[in-house]
């Protein structure tokens, strides 16, 4: 009989997503010093193109400066709470990013999205593994990242049974070393039969932001966060 490991695992969870419609991106082509870079650095998260290009097309109405004033806002996240970086941006993701734009004269308030939340079909969704982060000398490699608009919103950990203990120390980990992930990140995920623990608000914001990343498009934005 075949031993199940966590890079078949792995492979099984690519081969599915790529079927829901994600793009496959094995991470070390496109790191900065990949054959096909879409990064500038191992500490960069965002995929900038993609999320430039994303946005651009969803905010059609918005001027050019107003949508690269917007992408810059939320770079600019860096309290030194890593909660509240991930809140901020929580914030920005579902709320939308407030801008000011010239109509006839007059300064307008509107507001710029990163996710099409009316038109899922409208986002570009990428499932990339091996994306290598470093940091003040931290090397990481989550197993799997799900992108939407080439923002991180989804990072799966692919492990065999853990006790949850162990799960706990190992999730923990990746929330110290890895800031620049899940200061932007939504969701992670690990054993699922764990999530039965959950509070009702968290499984909501699972429920929501699963249907958006694993394939059904028609949805509503996600309006709870997991803390």
């Known amino acids: 009989m075949t031993r199940i490991t966590e890079n078949i695992i792995e492979a099984f969870a690519i081969e599915l997503l790529d079927k829901l419609g994600y793009e496959y991106i094995y991470a070390p082509d496109i790191a900065h010093d990949g054959e096909n870079p879409e990064r500038e650095s191992y500490a960069q998260v965002l995929l900038l193109n993609r999320l430039q290009n994303a946005v651009k097309r969803i905010n059609h109405n918005i001027p050019a400066d107003a949508i690269a004033e917007a992408i810059k806002e939320i770079q600019r996240i860096a309290s030194p709470e890593l909660l509240t970086n991930n809140e901020t941006f929580h914030r920005l993701l579902t709320e939308g990013i407030p801008v000011s734009k010239r109509v006839e004269g007059d300064d307008r308030g509107d507001r710029v999205w990163l996710i099409d939340f009316k038109n899922p079909n409208n986002n570009d969704f990428v499932v990339a593994n091996q994306f290598t982060i470093i940091e003040n000398g931290n090397n990481k490699r989550p197993d799997v990242i799900l992108f939407v608009n080439g923002i991180p ?9 853990l006790m949850k203990t162990q799960l706990s120390i190992l999730l923990s980990n ?37 249907v958006l990343c694993l394939g059904n498009r028609q949805t509503e934005k996600p309006k709870h966060r997991i803390w």
């Open 174 to 210: 990746k929330l110290k070393h890895i800031r620049p992930l899940f200061q932007v990140f939504s969701l992670t995920t690990a054993l699922w039969s764990y999530l039965m623990d959950w509070k009702p608000k968290q499984v909501l914001f699972l429920r929501a932001l699963v």
């Open 153 to 161: 919103l989804v990072v799966i950990e692919l492990k065999m049974q």
